[in-house]
């Protein structure tokens, strides 16, 4: 029988693009996770929510400029993400089809995440920092498939775009930290997912 609702756990690795660092936008090199929720309303559309675990860290060392290796500035940050959008395939996917149990899609969300920032230096090199909220806009490309029985899998990479420039602490609010950077930070998520279907026959198993 088709299902309606899967659960999932992803596992893969983040990167970051910004004022520190490499510059590569599919770089995975932080371990990182994800739980998420979907409902499966049609063979091409989910609707999903996921919470996210995602360490990211940039070095000058690994840069390919020359100035930023000099520069040698590195740094640490964890974000925890919300998301919620669609998923859609490219293909039908029902997992009680025997030709319909894969397809490639595309994944488009709206997030709201949480990271450390610092707020002001009391001593030179020693700050002190606290909790921001901001909001990103993920996008995204995958593959599933059904792995057995209610059982699935899925290969994913999300891109999100944010609106601030101080993931990497850059700050114009504190001398010390401004890297006078010209762009908004990004950061990634490259990972594989077991996911579980459950839930009562879809109306779309059932002829209508």
């Not at 997030?111 to 996008?139: D, G, H, L």
């Not at 010390?176 to 459950?198: A, H, K, P, Q, V």
């Amino acid at each position: 029988m088709g299902q309606v609702y899967e659960i999932g756990l992803s596992l893969g690795g983040t990167n970051y693009v910004g004022d520190i660092g490499r510059t590569n936008y599919i770089y995975p090199n932080k371990p990182a996770g994800a739980l998420f929720f979907k409902y499966n309303w049609n063979p091409r559309i989910a609707l999903r929510g996921t919470y996210s675990y995602l360490p990211i860290e940039g070095n000058d060392k690994n840069a390919d400029t020359d100035f930023k290796q000099n520069r040698g500035l590195s740094f640490k940050n964890t974000i925890h993400e919300l998301a919620v959008g669609m998923e859609y395939n490219f293909y039908e996917f029902d997992m009680s089809s025997e030709d319909k149990t894969w397809t490639p899609y595309i994944l488009l969300e709206l997030a709201a995440f949480n990271y450390k920032t610092p707020e002001s230096e009391p001593q030179p090199r020693q700050y002190i920092y606290s909790n921001k909220t901001s909001y990103a806009i993920p996008f995204g490309v995958g593959f599933k498939s059904k792995l057995y029985g209610t059982l699935a899998f899925s290969v994913e990479t999300k891109i999100r775009y944010t609106f601030e420039d101080d993931l990497d602490y850059s700050t114009s609010r504190i001398p010390s930290l401004d890297f006078e950077g010209t762009g908004n930070d990004w950061y990634m998520f490259t990972g594989f997912s077991l996911i579980y279907t459950f839930g009562r026959p879809a109306c779309y198993t059932q002829g209508l």
